[in-house]
Each structure stands twice: as C-alpha cells, then as structure tokens.
C-alpha cells in the first residue's frame, strides 16, 4: 500500500499510486510518523481556565465549610481562603497574558 501524505505531515490517506497525490501532500511507500496536531490558544486557553476553576471550586467549598461548621476560627479560615484566591487569582492573570504574549494576542 501505498500513501500520499500531507506536506505538514499532520495526515495520510491511502492511495493507489503517485498520480493520486494531491496538492499540498507527498507520495510515500511506507508509513511516515505524524505529528499531533499543535496545540492552540484555544485549547490552551481552556486548560488554563478549567484548572483555574477547578482551584476556585475547591475555594468556594471550603469557604462554604468553614461558615458551615468552625465556629471559633471560622474568620482565620475564610481570611486564608480569601488570601489564597487573592493569590490564584492573580496567577491565573499571568497564566492568561503568558498565552496571550506566545500567541501574540493583543499585545
């Protein structure tokens, strides 16, 4: 079997012989590695905001529990919270225009 893959070596299809290569690909007689497809500001972007909601869901829940139920120290704990948030919240800032700068995005 023969195969015509793509010029940025990110697909392959079978073919029957070098007169069915297409544009933008090259003739191959044997398989060629491909390469993952590149990951996008999109995609990262989303991992970077799950992970920060994720953190922050966690916050919120703890919060939650230490007004629920620790009485005394219920104020120490929500003020950590609090500063704790203050402090993800401030990364996940970073973590945005670290992206936005790599992908030259408003910048």
């Known amino acids: ?5 793509r010029n940025d070596r990110r697909g392959l299809r079978a073919v ?8 933008g690909e090259f003739f ?4 060629v590695d491909i390469e993952p497809p590149a ?23 703890a919060f939650a529990i230490a007004y629920l139920a620790d009485g005394a120290s219920q104020e120490e704990k929500q003020a950590a919270i609090r500063a704790q948030y203050q402090s993800r919240k401030a990364q996940h ?11 030259n995005i408003g910048v």
């Open 1 to 5: 079997m023969s195969y015509a893959v």
């Open 16 to 23: 029957n012989g070098p007169e069915d290569v297409g544009p």
């Open 28 to 31: 191959s007689e044997i398989i």
């Open 39 to 61: 990951k996008t500001y999109k995609t990262e972007l989303a991992e970077v905001n799950s992970s920060y909601q994720s953190d922050v869901d966690a916050m919120n829940k």
């Open 93 to 103: 800032a970073v973590e945005i225009q670290a992206l936005k700068t790599k992908y």
